[in-house]
């Protein structure tokens, strides 16, 4: 069964702030993290240590330094996906069970 749940409560439960992740330039981590994005179909962006420094000027990175900017991310509100999940499970006339494994 499909349960809907208002668009507000949806909006509510994540919020996009967008993420960097840092490493040695050309790094597996970096290479990785670019695949998955890639796979998944979201636009990431690579930034080099310039870029790095010219956007983040709070921050200090060296020429062997670069990022993967994913415009996407953002955090997940365990209240508000708690909340979501209630109203989901309230709308399904309790179809949701517990199982003991």
């Known amino acids: 069964m499909h349960v809907s749940v208002r668009p507000s409560?949806?909006?509510s439960v994540h919020s996009k702030t967008g993420l960097v992740s840092v490493d040695k330039a050309g790094s597996a981590e970096l290479r990785d993290i670019a695949t998955s994005?890639?796979?998944?179909?979201v636009q990431y962006e690579t930034l080099s240590a310039p870029t790095l420094r010219s956007r983040y000027p709070c921050l200090s990175f060296d020429d062997s330094f670069g990022a993967v900017f994913d415009?996407?991310?953002?955090?997940?509100?365990?209240?508000k996906c708690l909340a979501a999940f209630q109203v989901q499970y309230d709308r399904s006339e309790n179809a949701y069970r517990c199982l003991r494994i």
Do not use: K, S
């Not at 415009?71 to 209240?79: E, S």
């Open 37 to 41: 994005l890639g796979r998944a179909g």
């Open 9 to 11: 409560v949806c909006l």
């Open 71 to 79: 415009p996407t991310a953002g955090i997940l509100r365990a209240d």
